[in-house]
């Protein structure tokens, strides 16, 4: 099935892989949140037994700089999405109220990217 949306992860490149995992893991959740189209349908194994569903799609998962990450930031907003992103304060935090008070400490010109994920419309295939 091709969806007519595509999800993008990027993490910075230098993470330890506990960190790759848990970023990855905050901003798959926050876009899921931000957009309910993302999630699938339950699961049922052959005994019954119901289970979570998953993100309907495939996520792209790419690495970059700092540098890549503000120019991937600066294009979401660009075209007026609304992105989940990570930044370096929030490793030293360990709640969520934390994490958004960080957050909104930063400048939007000055954010430490970790990450920074966004879902948009897919550009139409050339295939």
Same mark, same amino acid.
Not at 17 to 45: M, S
């Given at each position: 099935?091709?969806?007519?949306?595509?999800?993008?992860? #990027?993490?910075?490149?230098?993470?330890?892989?506990?960190?790759?995992?848990?970023? *990855? *893991?905050?901003?798959? &959740?926050?876009? =899921? =949140?931000? +957009? %309910?189209?993302?999630? &699938?349908?339950?699961?049922?194994?052959? &005994?019954?037994?119901?289970?979570?569903?998953?993100?309907?799609? %495939?996520?792209?998962?790419? &690495?970059?700089?700092?540098?890549?990450?503000?120019?991937? +930031?600066?294009? =979401?907003?660009?075209?007026?999405?609304?992105? =989940? #992103?990570?930044?370096?304060?929030?490793?030293?935090?360990?709640?969520?109220?934390?994490?958004? *008070?960080?957050?909104?400490?930063? %400048?939007?010109?000055?954010?430490?990217?970790? *990450?920074?994920?966004?879902?948009?419309?897919?550009?139409?295939?050339?295939?």
């Amino acid at each position: 099935m091709i969806y007519d949306t595509k999800t993008a992860l #990027v993490l910075r490149r230098d993470l330890a892989p506990w960190q790759i995992a848990n970023v *990855a *893991a905050f901003l798959a &959740g926050g876009l =899921a =949140a931000t +957009h %309910p189209v993302l999630k &699938g349908e339950p699961y049922r194994d052959g &005994g019954g037994k119901d289970y979570s569903a998953l993100i309907r799609e %495939p996520v792209f998962v790419y &690495g970059g700089t700092v540098e890549e990450l503000r120019r991937t +930031h600066q294009r =979401a907003l660009s075209r007026e999405l609304v992105p =989940a #992103v990570y930044i370096e304060a929030m490793f030293k935090t360990t709640n969520d109220a934390d994490n958004r *008070a960080a957050f909104a400490a930063a %400048p939007t010109d000055a954010l430490d990217f970790v *990450a920074s994920a966004s879902m948009a419309r897919a550009r139409p295939s050339t295939r």
